[in-house]
């Protein structure tokens, strides 16, 4: 499916997800809406050394990664100023009292929701 | 008896005969020899002396008064023997009244002397000298006539014993009245008894005991004799005070060393000196005995009238005292009795309100802390101890864990934390005993003796200890509720019942606050459980929404999208299948691999597999994974590989690789059609080469090779299985080849 031009053209994301098929999936819906993968990781010291080293516009982040919570990401990220998206399929209210500003994409999502929680984070 | 103006009147006429008067003396109707005659006769003592005091007559009276017959015109102013004055002082003859009456010529009256007789006999004795004179009124001589007043004398004597008696014994009744002790009060009745008393002697009082059995030293007699006979059994076969109460009458023992009931006791007698030995029972108005009032005498004595009647007096005054004051013990008994039984009904009345308190707290409040404190301070008012604790049961130790005491310092609070069952302590033997446990004094205790508690129980100050065991409704121990005195002390009967309801109030709290924290771990586990459920639905419905998204995207045709689909939901179900039967902890690889193929080996075929590899448990993580990607592979295969004609066979195995820490899959196609490299790679390459790389975090090899497909995955062991602790893979035989 050719990409359509939209909002989040050409964003660069980073996705964190331990589950593969999820990572499969979140690869091709960003694809499919013209953003580019900056890379993928789905366990937490390679995602934190990617989160700090690599440039990209935005990351989706899985809250749970093999059992471990990805907010020390999400605190590296912040203090780079870069935005984020937290996928769960947990409760919104499981996060931090710090961190539940950020957009949440609940598992499973459609198209749209990636794309809406995506814009909202890169507010635009 | 003669009587005194009798006597005045004789003298009278005698002065009339002395001076030979003979009109005077016809007066009387005498002559001079009638007179003589009547003299002589008279029982009264008379005699005559000259001028110069020279006795010229006496009568026979006069001679049995001084006990011997003076000389005539030799004896000098008196008939008797020796004199002396009422108070005992010798008097001399040429002193005596009669010397007076001659040597000052004038009659003397109203004087009194004693005479002593050569016997040594004295008789007190009244005088009355009355000088004679002739007619010219000269002095020619004296008649005396001498009163033998000893009747009178003893009559006065008796008089005054009676009167020191009344007062004695209004002395002691007064002190009685005004509450003096029986020691006092019979003392004094004593001190008035040996004042009068003519022998050597020894007075005591005895009281018998409420039940009448045996017999109390009151007042008498010295410590070391009290010593030996306190506590003295009344009865027949009794000492003389034991019997006189016993027979509600008098034991007169003239001599203890002669009575053969005193055998045993003769020392006593030796030590205190004495022989004889009287008793006489003290009875009420009602004729109940009370008690014995005792003389002992230095010799042997029987009873005379008199001493009876003293002891009669005694003893009756002495029981009027008795009675007094037993009266007065017992309404002083009766009236502490009422006192206490007031204080009791008080002090119940407030453990009372007190327990109430407490069950509306019970009901009421919800922080159990201040309860348990609030319970540990009623059990110390109720039981009047210095301290109290409260103690839980903890079943996974089977030890008391403290939770809440009054008064323990820091270190017996520490020292207390945790009681092992089978401790020393009393919590920790009425843990064992399930009964209660009281040591009113852990120095007497047999049990305590030289143990470590014994020891800290000293440490912290406590000489008494109470334990009761905590028990649930359905009998189950679930605590200890102590008590702590510092002193000596045994909790009474109403006290321990009071005790009990409160200790049974502090089981249900217990009880209540146990099966509190149990619902609300079950809450808390639900709770996970639920969490944890639904991140996992919601992961694996995630996973099946990629799996059909990617797959009817790939599809050429809707038909073969729904094939497709469906084949990959069955694989997905089967492994969680197997996941399931191992609730989600893990799956041995052997079954998953057993279940990714069981749908291309049925059927009479050639065997199709060669599998093999030892027994390794994987996590369910890396189960799914794997499950998945044989899966594809196996479609693969059947499709376009060594499943796809008739002789094709796939070898798969597994097991350490060339590093300990690492393991390795393979699956290789053997003789099936040639293949190609494809065009572009599908999901089902896709979710081989990527997916698995990442679930397992190793590296995948796929080689379209022309004679058949090979796969292998390296990935680190502890991705695949978790810890280190599993046991290592064997490593993959040599004869393997790529």
């Known amino acids: 499916m050719p990409a359509a031009e939209s909002r989040l053209t050409g964003k660069r994301v980073l996705v964190v997800e331990d ?29 934190l050394e990617k989160a700090n080293s690599l440039l990209f516009d935005v990351a989706i982040l899985d809250v749970n990664l093999h059992g471990q919570k990805t907010f020390p990401i999400a605190e590296v990220l912040s203090s780079r100023g870069i935005p984020f998206v937290f996928s769960t399929g947990y409760e919104a209210s499981s996060l931090p009292l710090s961190l539940q500003q950020a957009p949440v994409l609940q598992k499973p999502f459609q198209q749209q929701d990636l794309e809406q929680a995506l814009g909202t984070a890169l507010g635009v | 008896m003669v009587e005194e103006q009798d006597v005045y009147a004789i003298g009278d006429a005698l002065q009339h005969v002395a001076v030979a008067d003979p009109l005077a003396a016809l007066d009387f109707g005498f002559d001079a020899k009638h007179l003589r005659q009547l003299l002589d006769a008279l029982p009264v003592a008379v005699y005559t002396t000259d001028a110069a005091g ?38 001399a003859h040429s002193e005596c009244p009669m010397a007076i009456a001659l040597t000052e010529n004038r009659s003397v009256r109203g004087v009194e002397a004693v005479a002593e007789r050569p016997d040594g006999t004295r008789v007190p ?84 005991n409420p039940e009448g059995t045996e017999l109390r030293h009151v007042v008498g007699m010295p410590d070391g004799y009290v010593k030996c006979v306190d506590g003295l059994k009344i009865g027949p076969g009794s000492l003389p005070c034991g019997l006189a109460v016993h027979r509600g009458e008098p034991v007169i ?19 205190f000196d004495f022989r004889g030995c009287w008793s006489f029972p003290i009875e009420t108005a009602s004729g109940k005995v009370v008690g014995s009032f005792a003389m002992y005498f230095k010799e042997p004595n029987g009873a005379a009238d008199r001493d009876r009647e003293l002891a009669a007096a005694l003893a009756h005054t002495a029981s009027i005292i008795i009675s007094r004051h037993q009266e007065s013990l017992e309404r002083e008994r009766i009236s502490q009795a009422l006192r206490e039984s007031e204080r009791n009904l008080a002090a119940e009345l407030a453990a009372a309100r007190h327990l109430q308190s407490i069950s509306t707290s019970l009901i009421r409040e919800g922080d159990v802390e201040a309860l348990y404190a609030q319970i540990v301070e009623a059990a110390g008012e109720v039981m009047h101890s210095d301290m109290a604790s409260i103690q839980v049961l903890d079943h996974e130790n089977d030890a008391l864990h403290l939770i809440a005491h009054k008064g323990f310092d820091a270190e017996a609070e520490a020292t207390w934390r945790w009681i092992e069952h089978d401790d020393a302590t009393s919590c920790g033997h009425a843990l064992k005993t399930k009964t209660r446990i009281v040591v009113p004094d852990i120095e007497a205790d047999e049990f305590m003796a030289c143990t470590p508690a014994q020891e800290q129980y000293r440490k912290a100050g406590i000489r008494a200890v109470q334990s009761t065991p905590l028990v649930g409704r359905a009998g189950h121990s679930l605590g200890m509720i ?5 002193m000596p002390h045994e909790p009474s009967e109403r006290d321990l019942r009071i005790f009990d309801v409160l200790a049974r109030q502090a089981a249900d709290l217990i009880e209540r606050k146990e099966s509190e924290d149990a619902l609300q771990r079950r809450a808390a586990q639900l709770r996970l459980l639920l969490d944890e459920l639904n991140h996992r639905v919601k992961n694996t419905l995630a996973t099946v929404q990629s799996i059909a998204h990617q797959t009817l995207r790939h599809a050429s045709t809707m038909a073969e ?116 490299q494809p ?36 990935a680190p062991l502890k991705e695949l299985c978790g810890g280190d602790d599993k046991p290592h893979p064997r490593p993959l035989d040599d004869r393997w080849e790529r």
Request: hydrophobic share 45%; glycine share 8%.
């Open chain 1, 19 to 47: 589950e593969a098929l999820v990572t499969m999936l979140l690869e091709e819906g960003l694809i499919d809406m013209g953003c580019e993968i900056a890379d993928t990781a789905s366990r937490l010291d390679d995602a």
């Open chain 2, 54 to 91: 020279l006795v010229t007559y006496f009568n026979q009276a006069a001679a049995d008064l001084a006990g011997r017959r003076p000389a005539l015109g030799t004896d000098e102013w008196c008939v008797t023997w020796k004199l002396h004055l009422p108070d005992g002082t010798p008097l």
């Open chain 2, 125 to 208: 004795f009244m005088p009355f000298p009355t000088p004679l004179r002739d007619e010219n009124g000269d002095l020619v001589g004296a008649v005396n006539m001498l009163l033998d007043i000893s009747e009178h004398k003893k009559a006065e004597r008796r008089l005054r014993q009676n009167e020191a008696w009344l007062a004695g014994q209004k002395e002691a009744f007064q002190a009685a009245m005004n509450g003096a002790p029986l020691e006092k009060s019979l003392g004094i009745l004593i001190e008035t008894a040996m004042k009068q008393a003519e022998s050597e002697r020894r007075c005591a009082f005895y009281i018998a």
């Open chain 2, 253 to 271: 023992m003239p001599d203890v060393l002669e009575e053969p009931v005193w055998e045993p006791w003769a020392w006593l007698a030796r030590e």
């Open chain 2, 482 to 486: 102590s008590t702590h005195w510092r």
């Open chain 2, 561 to 676: 999208g729904r094939k497709s689909l469906d084949a990959r939901l069955i694989a997905l179900s089967r492994a969680h299948n197997v996941l399931t039967r191992e609730h989600w902890e893990g799956a041995n690889l052997r079954e998953l691999v057993a279940e990714a193929l069981a749908a291309y080996s049925n059927g009479s075929g050639p065997r199709r597999f060669d599998v093999s590899g030892n027994d390794i448990r994987l996590l369910p993580k890396a189960g799914l994974a794997i499950s998945m990607a044989l899966h594809e592979l196996a479609t693969n295969a059947v499709k376009y590989g060594a499943l796809s004609n008739e002789n094709g066979h796939v070898r798969i195995r597994w097991g350490g690789g060339e590093d300990a820490q690492l393991f390795r899959l393979e699956w290789s196609e053997i003789d099936g059609p040639p293949i190609e």
């Open chain 2, 679 to 714: 065009r572009r790679l599908g999901f089902g390459s896709r979710l081989i080469k990527h997916g698995l790389a990442q679930d397992l975090g190793g590296v995948v090899e796929l080689h379209f090779e022309p004679d058949g497909l090979v796969f292998a995955i390296d």
